[in-house]
């Protein structure tokens, strides 16, 4: 990570199934084709969790109690706002836009419109006896909250039926439906949608892959791939956190498990029917969930940012990924718990309250997060090569009276940070 050591900061800067690897040949199991339909869509979208966007006009949105992938037409605005988000409670405008109590929010995902710096949020609205009902809006950077109608989005939209859910009578810690699973993460590329989840199948990890336009047909690939902390093969925890990422010249997915297995698969290994082993290159930690996964480059270096739950954020180089990548890959176990890491190497980023995570434009990212101590959901900006909101913390620098010594490698970043995260009075 010698890349990563030398970048300044002022530069703005399942365990589910057990089994022997000799085993896998006789317990592979070839998937059929996943059903597609353009046309015959259900009169309303019953649930909104995972977004993407395919290009700027058109939003995907998975359904899971449809069984259903839409891609909604959307407007793209004229030009970028250039803007940055400064939203401290985020969560308070949307419910006013909505016409419901804050409380009844849950939030699903957070995706930034390609281009337009404009954001767009998932959410489950609690209802009356246990019943919900799926919202999407957008906001802008000063706050301004539009709801999308859903209605009249999925009158014009083409859609996609899932057929290979996972079973209605399963769920997980007594109230949780696999079903919900079904979709986990979704990313675009050379007009395919990659869609990973659960489906019903005994390997029950799979990828669908979605030609769009939406053709009739997915092609669906069972994956398996070797957890290091827990020391087996795991057929059936699902991907959680993905994103497609040129490595060592081969365009893959890199692709993020709970708990945390960091694996690459070959986008050319996704064939319908096939049942693949993904490389496992990396164990990042245990005891922590993906929150996000994005790509980006800074100069001439490629990165990959992992957004974790429990802990702060991995940054890693493409170069790292391409040289684990050629390596054999990860196939023991880590030292649990003194040594917890194997593999590629992450840069240590501090973004652990992230929920979810996009970029919002070259230089910044875009966080969905919630603050500590209010509890409010935050909707912010933070800038590449720093990760982090000088505002979230009191020091030294701080104090009024506090005098940069001559020549400080800090203080062209922080004036710099304190006017992006809305102090312009404080950059000095």
């Known amino acids: 990570m010698q890349q990563l050591v030398r970048t300044p900061v002022f530069l703005f800067v399942s365990r589910f199934i057990r089994r022997p690897i000799a085993a896998r040949a006789a317990a592979v ?17 019953q649930s909104a969790t ?80 246990g019943k919900s009902s799926p919202a999407i809006v957008s906001i802008d950077a000063s706050g301004k909250v539009a709801r999308l109608d859903l209605a009249k989005a999925v009158s014009s939209a083409s859609s996609a039926a899932i057929t290979d859910a996972p079973s209605a009578d399963l769920a997980f810690w007594r109230d949780l439906p696999a079903q919900t699973l079904t979709v986990t993460d979704m990313r675009f590329h050379q007009n395919k949608l990659y869609v990973a ?40 925890a699902p991907i959680r956190s993905m994103a497609v990422m040129t490595i060592a010249g081969e365009p893959s997915l890199l692709a993020a498990y709970t708990c945390t297995p ?111 101590a209010s509890g409010n959901m935050q909707l912010v900006s933070i800038p590449k090569g720093a990760y982090l909101r000088l505002s979230d913390f009191v020091n030294e620098y701080d104090f009024p009276d506090y005098k940069y010594p001559d020549g400080d490698k800090f203080r062209d970043f922080h004036k710099y940070a304190r006017g992006l995260e809305g102090y312009p009075e404080l950059a000095r």
């Open 262 to 372: 960091l694996v690459i698969i070959p986008l050319k290994d996704l064939k319908d029917g096939a049942h693949i082993v993904a490389k496992t290159v990396g164990e990042m930690g245990w005891g922590s969930a993906p929150n996000g996964l994005v790509t980006f480059r800074q100069g001439d270096v490629e990165y990959a940012l992992l957004a974790n739950s429990s802990r702060s954020a991995d940054l890693m180089t493409a170069s790292d990924l391409g040289a684990a990548a050629g390596a054999p890959g990860v196939t023991t176990p880590i030292d649990w718990p003194a040594k917890p890491y194997l593999g590629v190497k992450g840069m240590m980023t501090p973004l652990a309250p992230v929920m979810r995570i996009d970029n919002l434009n070259a230089g910044l990212l875009l966080a969905l997060r919630r603050e500590d």
């Open 50 to 129: 995972k977004l993407a966007f395919g290009g700027a006009g058109t939003l995907f949105v998975a359904d899971w109690k449809g069984a259903r992938i839409y891609a909604l037409p959307v407007a793209a605005p004229a030009r970028a706002a250039g803007k940055t988000f400064n939203l401290m409670d985020v969560q308070a405008p949307i419910a006013r836009a909505l016409g419901v109590a804050p409380s009844a929010l849950r939030f699903e995902d957070l995706v930034v419109q390609p281009d337009s710096e404009l954001a767009f949020v998932a959410l489950t609205v609690r209802g009356a006896k």
């Open 197 to 236: 989840g659960l489906s019903n199948r005994s390997f029950a990890s799979t990828l669908r892959v979605y030609d769009y336009p939406f053709s009739g047909k997915a092609q669906a690939t069972t994956i398996e791939m070797y957890h290091p902390v827990h020391n087996e093969i795991e057929t059936r």
């Open 29 to 45: 199991l070839l998937a059929g084709c996943v059903a597609a339909s353009s046309h015959a869509a259900p009169a309303a979208m």
